[in-house]
Structures are given as C-alpha cells and as structure tokens.
C-alpha cells in the first residue's frame, strides 16, 4: 500500500503563490518513481498539471508552464508543486499520484484563485 497526504492548498488572489506538497509512504521506493499532480476544476475531467521523473526530468501541462515549478526531496519522500501567477482558471482540486503497480491517489487539496 501507498499513502499520499497533499497540503498546502488555500484561498489566494490572483496573481499570487501557493507551494503545494506530497508527502508519500508505504510501499514506495520514492527516488526511483515518477510523481504526477493533477487537477480537477468543478465540471471538468481530471488534468495532469505536472510530473517529475527519478532523474528530475519535468514536463508541465501547456496552461501552467512558465507558472508552475515541481521539484522533490527523495530524502523526504516528498514532492512540491510551487504554483506563481496564479490565476482564477487554476482553481481545482489538486491531486498528487504516482503510479508504481497501482494507480495511488492523494485525498487531493482546495485550490482557489479569487478575489
């Protein structure tokens, strides 16, 4: 079993930062796995935003490139997702996941972009 616990979602004005974290444990070798951060805005299907690879390759989905910055600490077992400009479209649900035999999910974090 894997566990994923996210935190640092809140209430932010436009244009402003967030720093979300995913701490994983269990049954995970974290350093050699691949960590994704989705999102999912009322109505709408479920997004990759973000995925980081063991040897700290990053890929970013088109809307927040440029915004977004994932990163990791192996020796914390813990992946960020630092988020800047934000804007109101960024408002969703995010989720943090790693896939390593089974598809494991966070219990996701309120991100909401309002003035």
């Known amino acids: 079993q894997v566990q994923l616990v996210e935190s640092g979602g809140g209430l932010v004005q436009p244009g402003g930062s967030l720093r979300l974290s995913c701490a994983a444990s269990?049954?995970?070798?974290?350093?050699?796995?691949?960590m994704n951060w989705y999102r999912q805005a009322p109505g709408k299907q479920r997004e990759l935003v973000a995925f980081i690879t063991s040897f700290g390759t990053t890929t970013y989905a088109d809307s927040v490139k440029g915004r977004f910055t994932i990163s990791r600490d192996n020796a914390k077992s813990t992946v960020f997702l630092q988020m800047n400009s934000l804007k109101p479209e960024d408002t969703a649900v995010y989720y943090c996941n790693v896939k390593g035999g089974a598809d494991y999910w966070g219990q996701g974090t309120q991100v909401t972009v309002s003035s």
């Open positions: 269990g049954s995970i070798i974290f350093r050699i796995m691949t």
